[in-house]
Nanobody
Framework: QVQLVESGGGLVQPGGSLRLSCAASGFTLDYYTIGWFRQAPGKAREGVSC????????YYADSVKGRFTLSRDNAKNTVYLQMNSLKPEDTAVYYC?????????????????WGQGTQVTVSS
């Protein structure tokens, strides 16, 4: 059974940093595309960053390029999202999600299994 459990969200001031973690179970991490998505109040869910199993390439939404870094620890079956230089517009619920072949696309990142989400609030 695929399970994804996020942690690391919270309240941070503009310009600050957070690191989100996603512990995966029920599947082998590097066999599937996995990434981070977010949804702000009143907005559509969007793909933030994902790593594709097909070629190992990592993709980032234009809004987070140069500030966010996705990484993967296969030994721990865990994915991370390091978020630096955070802005108020980064405020959202962040979801870890993976694609096992039936995913819908959010930007360039597909997903069909989702974690429960973790709130990130950037505010002074």
């Amino acid at each position: 059974q695929v399970q994804l459990v996020e942690s690391g969200g919270g309240l941070v001031q503009p310009g600050g940093s957070l690191r989100l973690s996603c512990a995966a179970s029920g599947f082998t991490l590097d066999y599937y595309t996995i990434g981070w998505f977010r949804q702000a109040p009143g907005k559509a869910r969007e793909g933030v960053s994902c790593i594709k199993n097909s070629d190992g390439s990592t993709y980032y939404a234009d809004s987070v390029k140069g500030r966010f870094t996705l990484s993967r620890d296969n030994a721990k079956n865990t994915v991370y999202l390091q978020m630096n230089s955070l802005k108020p517009e980064d405020t959202a619920v962040y979801y870890c999600a993976t694609d096992h072949g039936s995913g819908s696309y959010y930007g360039v990142c597909p997903a069909d299994y989702w974690g429960q989400g973790t709130q990130v609030t950037v505010s002074s």
